[in-house]
């Protein structure tokens, strides 16, 4: 089942760990440690091996993917020797990367992106191709009425005029292309009503968005806990410290404000209102490809009685996402294989922001996850 992984943004940090990654498990240089398919309850046979992964991608940066490795290697995000051990397989890696297409109209370059998906498939003889948004997060777009018909949306891309998101317009292009695609950003991705149509007519599966990989997955074990024993959740506060590449976008206001919200989702689905409190984003330079959250929660027990929680958690935000991009791209490609097409739900186990009406919990988004895998053929 060799299946194709096209990464939007395959210079960057978590698309390079990523690579780093599944070369090292194909290599037998290192064990699945936080790959959530590896476990027990979740393995099974339509899932494609981490050896079966062929890497491509787009990005606008010209730093070739060795260098960048290297500079993640440096910077303590992965090891230094397994980099120096796979240069063979980063430098072919990067052969396939190309830079992003740019067109008259969003009509051509779309058909240059897809062209870019269809030529790789081809080109290595893949079964399929998950495409994944690793790219920076974008701010919301501007509501635009072809956004919710596929026909008006086809018939406005013809124009000069710009419809879509850089991350809409490359779901477009995926889906056209009968790729699968999964937003790992905040960004809007194929969240429209006219790619959810497209995505439906090429029976094409998509999942999303907003990886899940620090504050927000202890958000989602500790709401339950305090839904389940009735505390009233009086104020719920975080701030994120962050360097590198992510945290130098999510200094624009824009797509500060469009991650913040995906952070909060949780909260007001699991508890059943909204606490007081706001998540802050801050980008700390020195820190690099780490990050540090601190959040406060104050709540109410018995007769009122006020208590408090804080929690601080400092993690490698790429070394936690890349396993989910590898797990993510394993489950998308069995679903396509397995005749699914449209939005999956039964992945918000991956997503800060999931798609569809579900549980936020942690454990009832695992349990979801294990009967979707095991449903898969």
């Not at 009509?107 to 690793?134: G, K, M, P, Q, S």
């Not at 995926?174 to 007519?201: I, M, N, Q």
């Not at 929680?309 to 936690?320: I, K, N, Q, R, Y």
């Given at each position: 089942m060799r299946t194709g992984v096209w990464l939007v943004g395959a210079r960057g940090?978590?698309?390079?760990?990523?690579?780093?990654?599944?070369?090292?498990?194909?290599?037998?240089?290192?064990?699945?440690?936080?790959?959530?398919?590896?476990?027990?309850?979740?393995?099974?046979?339509?899932?494609?091996?981490?050896?079966?992964?062929?890497?491509?991608?787009?990005?606008?940066?010209?730093?070739?993917?060795?260098?960048?490795?290297?500079?993640l290697a440096a910077?303590?995000?992965?090891?230094?020797?397994l980099v120096a051990a796979l240069h063979g397989e980063l430098s072919a890696v990067d052969e396939e990367v190309r830079p992003l297409p740019h067109a008259e109209t969003q009509a051509a370059a779309a058909a240059a992106i897809a062209a870019d998906l269809t030529a790789f498939r081809d080109r290595h003889r893949l079964e399929r191709v998950v495409v994944v948004n690793v790219a920076s997060t974008e701010s919301a777009p501007a509501p635009h009425p072809a956004h919710a018909d596929l026909a008006a949306l086809e018939r406005a891309l013809q124009t000069p005029e710009v419809v879509l998101p850089p991350s809409a317009l490359m779901a477009y292009a995926a889906l056209r292309a009968g790729c699968p695609y999964v937003d790992f950003t905040p960004s809007t991705g194929a969240r429209l009503p006219a790619l959810h149509e497209l995505a439906l007519a090429q029976q094409v599966p998509y999942a999303g968005h907003d990886g899940k990989t620090g504050e927000t997955l202890l958000k989602a074990v500790l709401a339950p806990m305090f839904a389940m024993r009735r505390l009233a959740v009086r104020s719920w506060s975080g701030i994120n410290l962050l360097g590198g590449g992510d945290g130098a976008t999510l200094a624009d206001p824009g797509a500060n404000a469009a991650k913040s919200a995906s952070k909060q989702r949780v909260l007001g689905e699991t508890l059943g209102y909204v606490p007081d409190g706001h998540t802050r984003i801050e980008y700390?330079?020195?820190?690099?490809?780490?990050?540090?959250?601190?959040?406060?929660?104050?709540?109410a027990g018995f007769l009122g009685t006020p208590m408090r929680m804080e929690f601080t958690w400092h993690g490698c935000d790429s070394a936690l996402a890349a396993p989910l991009v590898l797990d993510l791209v394993r489950l998308v490609a069995a679903a396509h294989r397995s005749g699914r097409s449209g939005p999956l739900p039964q992945l918000a186990f991956f997503f800060k922001d999931p798609l569809g009406d579900v549980e936020h919990g942690l454990a009832a988004q695992f349990e979801a996850l294990a009967e979707f895998t095991a449903s898969l053929r």
């Amino acid at each position: 089942m060799r299946t194709g992984v096209w990464l939007v943004g395959a210079r960057g940090s978590v698309a390079v760990t990523s690579i780093v990654g599944a070369s090292a498990l194909r290599a037998g240089l290192a064990d699945p440690i936080g790959c959530v398919t590896e476990h027990p309850a979740l393995r099974g046979a339509a899932l494609p091996g981490f050896g079966d992964l062929v890497f491509g991608g787009h990005d606008v940066a010209t730093t070739g993917l060795l260098k960048r490795a290297e500079a993640l290697a440096a910077a303590g995000v992965v090891p230094g020797p397994l980099v120096a051990a796979l240069h063979g397989e980063l430098s072919a890696v990067d052969e396939e990367v190309r830079p992003l297409p740019h067109a008259e109209t969003q009509a051509a370059a779309a058909a240059a992106i897809a062209a870019d998906l269809t030529a790789f498939r081809d080109r290595h003889r893949l079964e399929r191709v998950v495409v994944v948004n690793v790219a920076s997060t974008e701010s919301a777009p501007a509501p635009h009425p072809a956004h919710a018909d596929l026909a008006a949306l086809e018939r406005a891309l013809q124009t000069p005029e710009v419809v879509l998101p850089p991350s809409a317009l490359m779901a477009y292009a995926a889906l056209r292309a009968g790729c699968p695609y999964v937003d790992f950003t905040p960004s809007t991705g194929a969240r429209l009503p006219a790619l959810h149509e497209l995505a439906l007519a090429q029976q094409v599966p998509y999942a999303g968005h907003d990886g899940k990989t620090g504050e927000t997955l202890l958000k989602a074990v500790l709401a339950p806990m305090f839904a389940m024993r009735r505390l009233a959740v009086r104020s719920w506060s975080g701030i994120n410290l962050l360097g590198g590449g992510d945290g130098a976008t999510l200094a624009d206001p824009g797509a500060n404000a469009a991650k913040s919200a995906s952070k909060q989702r949780v909260l007001g689905e699991t508890l059943g209102y909204v606490p007081d409190g706001h998540t802050r984003i801050e980008y700390v330079p020195d820190i690099g490809d780490f990050k540090t959250a601190w959040d406060l929660i104050t709540f109410a027990g018995f007769l009122g009685t006020p208590m408090r929680m804080e929690f601080t958690w400092h993690g490698c935000d790429s070394a936690l996402a890349a396993p989910l991009v590898l797990d993510l791209v394993r489950l998308v490609a069995a679903a396509h294989r397995s005749g699914r097409s449209g939005p999956l739900p039964q992945l918000a186990f991956f997503f800060k922001d999931p798609l569809g009406d579900v549980e936020h919990g942690l454990a009832a988004q695992f349990e979801a996850l294990a009967e979707f895998t095991a449903s898969l053929r």
